[in-house]
Every structure is written in structure tokens, then in C-alpha cells.
């Protein structure tokens, strides 16, 4: 086996920091505060981080998950720590059924411009500041063909252990960026070209379908909300259109990743 291999049995030994404590509220690794480290758990998860742009520095496994990762190591050189579920669920703070983590340092961030070039549908998002939708948004947006993700102001961190383990590692694949200046940032989506659908319950906006059947061939920014509250006033000034899904038996909205992935559907149906 090509994999640097290393093998621990005692859960103090500092090599091990990068993944202690994964529940502490004051002392994980993956706080931007802290080492501002990046967590990937689980087999999957670790796959998708060996391929992105978040070089792996160490991980943190059992035997039987070595095996399992055996062909993606090859030729990597951040040691694989090989423990005993034991040890493991001492380092963490918890028993870890997935039986592996992965550290890697947060990358440079990469900016508008850039998640733009060559994009056809992007999703934009402000005030989604619950980890699990942002997870599932990632998700969403690696299963329907969306090219990246641009955030407003009131996001959640989308390298947050949490909303990389239910992107299932997509937080490292599909490019995102932070907008410098928002909302005034969605007039540089506009000047490449792109149109701006903001999502909203409002009875008035066009039906989703009768909008996407609109802009096929465009480029396009779907626009979401926060839970409650939504996309703000200023965000919906800035859009081109206005558009909801239609609801019945007295429901007024969806879930915010459910909305995204109905879009990011509708929007994929149309283009294929």
C-alpha cells in the first residue's frame, strides 16, 4: 500500500490535533476563529475533498476505512493515521460511524469574476445561514448542473463540518464566492450577461415553470432567501423577475433547499 501510513494508539498525541474535539464549542478545528481547518467525514466525503482544490494535510481513520480508500491514496502524501475506533471516538469527543476524517487548510477564496467565467446557471443566495440547507443546496446545485454558488450577506460558513458532511462533500467541488458589495454585486452579474430570478411566495411573481421557460437559452442566477423572511427588498429590486413555485392546501412556501432544487430542476428540464 502507497499510502503514508501511520499508526497511533494514543489518543494525546498531537498529531492527532487536527480533528480533536469536534464537538467543543470553544476548541474545534474547523472553526474560521480557530485553525479555520476544513473537516471532510466519512469515505465519500474524503473522496470528493482528495479531488477538489482543499489538499488534504492529514487524516484520521480505522483499518477497515484504509482499505476502503486504499486506490484514491495512492501517490498522496498527507498521512493517513491509522487508529482504533477506540482512540478515534477519544481524539473527536464522539463515536464516528463514517470511521474517517480528512483536514485540509482553506484555499485563498475565490471571488466573483471568477465562479462567473464560464457558468451558465449559478445560484445566489442571502441570508441562508442554516448549515444542513447549505448543504443540501451544494447538493443540489452538483446533482442539477448548476456551475457555482455566489453569497449575499447573512450566510453561514459553507466549509462548516456540518454543511460539508450534508453537501456530501459538494462544498469542495461546486466553486463558490462571497460578494464583496451586496446587493450592488448582482449588477456584475448582469454586466456578464446574466438574468436574476428572485424566488418568492408573493402570489403576483410568475409561476416558476412560465419563467424558466423564458431564459433557456441564457445565462442565469437563481436567487433564494433566508428561512421566514426570504430574499430582503433590495435583492428583489435588483432581479429581473420575480418568480414562485405554486403551492396548495394552504401552504404559503418550501424549504428553502427544497425551493433551490425545484429551480435548479426546472431550470436542467428545460436546458436538456
Known amino acids: 500500500m502507497s499510502a503514508n501510513v501511520i499508526d497511533v494508539d494514543d489518543p494525546a498525541d498531537p498529531r492527532l490535533d487536527d480533528f480533536r474535539d469536534l464537538n467543543s464549542v470553544d476548541r474545534r478545528p474547523d472553526l474560521p476563529t480557530g485553525k479555520g481547518l476544513v473537516i471532510a467525514e466519512g469515505v465519500l466525503v474524503v473522496q470528493r475533498m482528495l479531488v477538489s482544490r482543499f489538499a488534504p494535510r492529514a487524516m484520521l ?93 447573512g450566510c453561514a460558513d459553507p466549509l462548516y463540518r456540518r454543511a460539508v458532511r450534508v453537501s456530501m462533500g459538494h462544498a469542495l467541488l461546486v466553486p463558490y464566492a462571497w460578494a464583496a458589495d451586496w446587493p450592488q454585486d448582482l449588477e456584475l452579474l448582469r454586466d456578464n450577461g446574466f438574468r436574476l430570478l428572485a424566488m418568492t411566495p408573493d402570489p403576483a411573481a410568475r409561476t416558476l415553470a412560465d419563467a424558466m421557460a423564458d431564459v433557456v437559452d441564457q445565462r442565469l442566477a437563481v436567487l433564494v432567501g433566508a428561512e421566514g423572511p426570504g430574499l430582503s427588498e433590495r435583492a428583489m429590486r435588483a432581479s429581473d423577475m420575480r418568480v414562485r413555485i405554486p403551492m396548495s392546501r394552504g401552504t404559503d412556501s418550501l424549504n428553502v433547499a427544497t425551493a433551490a432544487a425545484l429551480a435548479f430542476y426546472e431550470r436542467a428540464r428545460l436546458a436538456s
Open 61 to 153: 481513520g480505522t483499518d477497515r476505512r484504509l482499505t476502503e480508500l486504499a486506490a484514491d491514496l495512492d501517490g498522496v502524501a498527507a498521512p493517513y493515521y491509522r487508529v482504533t475506533a477506540e482512540v478515534m471516538a477519544d481524539v473527536v469527543g464522539f463515536h464516528l460511524n463514517r470511521g474517517v476524517l480528512a483536514s485540509a487548510s482553506r484555499p485563498p477564496e475565490l471571488s466573483v469574476p471568477q465562479v462567473l467565467d464560464g457558468a451558465h446557471t449559478i445560484a445566489v443566495l442571502e441570508g441562508v445561514n442554516d448549515h444542513e440547507n447549505l448543504g443540501a443546496i451544494f447538493r443540489n446545485a452538483a446533482g442539477l448542473n448548476v456551475d457555482a454558488i455566489v453569497f449575499g450577506s
